[in-house]
């Protein structure tokens, strides 16, 4: 292994998890193979194709565990997608004419590159082994070892990915703020929007998160108006289950008219399908990123919905919060920093041993930590809306169980 070198990159959004990971790959190497040379990939897939890389000097190695106190990616990321070759052009990242797989592929070659750490989301992953093979089909043997970054926790078959219990808990600390807006203005209606394409499982463990751990901690005064009821969540709205509108309508009215307030939690990819229609029927364009999914700040659930609802409620004042952005860029938090522990040593563990994978609890084989086939690798994966702990929720809110729904990237 001593004549292997390895390279690192961390591609597509941000999650809590990847300066860590960054950290452990290079900690555990360090720890017990410190002559294998490491190059991090600048900004994701664009400096593996511009052949932009940081090597890891015994400095960097000596202070890899600074890593861990800090959120985002310090050596950069980016939304680029091998086989979008119009994309890539355009970027300027490839030249007219070039294949951005061979280009890639080339550069792992010149660099010497046999062992490649991917960290994130499955198009990262699943890119990631396509340039495998596509190497293979040349003679030239890459290992490709994901590590599986997502705060929605969407990844078939992985049970936990990195990152979504911080985000959960950091959005929750998001909420604990600004549901002080809620008497700011009589009949308020309070939008909290969670990050999430397709899959609820960030809007209702934030949701969970903010109930269990943050709701009440300071204390409260009823006689003077600082009551449970109006720091609550009232509602919880996600792509995987419907919501009959009118109805939840005339629930939260009657929470609005006694309480005052509302405050609604809606993940930000619930009713795109639809909104993403009336668009299109209207004429409007609706933007895509380069994997062409929609681009949810274009159409932005939680204002529709907040319009929609400010009217049925009668609310005098609505305000939208996206917790997103405070939350994918935060430090891992403990649990998150055991999980991430676990898989970059079995990431290291296997790229000593030959393996190729994406590191994650195997839902399909008992939960077990292992490097997981790329083919089986597929993002989307809908939350289940019938765990125990959000019908829990949701009893304790007093929403009622809308039907599932089939969603998908």
Sequence with gaps: MASKKVGILTAGGLAPCLSSAIGGLIERYTEISPDIEILCYRSGYKGLLLGDSIKVTPEMRANAHILHRHGGSPIGNSRVKLTNVKDCV????????????????????????????????????????????????????????????????????????????????????FFRNVVGEHNANPRMLIVHEVMGRSCGWLTAATADVYRKNILGDRGLLDGLGLTEKRLDVHAVFIPEMEVDIAAEAGRLKAVMDEHDCVNIFISEGAGVEGIVKEMEAAGQEVPRDAFGHVKLDAVNPGKYFGEQFAEMLNAEKVMIQKSGYFSRAAPANVDDLRLIKSCTDLAVQCALEGQSGVIGHDEDQNNVLRAIEFPRIKGGKPFDIDEPWFGELLDSIGQPKGKRLEVGH
């Design 90 to 173: 355009k970027r300027g990242l490839v030249k007219e004419g070039e294949d951005p797989q061979k280009v890639a592929a080339d550069q792992l070659v010149k660099d010497g590159v046999s062992v490649l750490h991917t960290i994130g989301g499955d198009d990262t992953n699943t890119a990631a082994a396509d340039l495998a093979a596509f190497l293979h089909e040349n003679n030239y043997e890459l290992q490709v070892i994901g590590l599986p970054k997502t705060i929605d926790n969407d990844v078939f078959p992985i049970k936990q990915s990195l990152g979504a219990w911080t985000a959960a808990e950091e959005g929750a600390k």
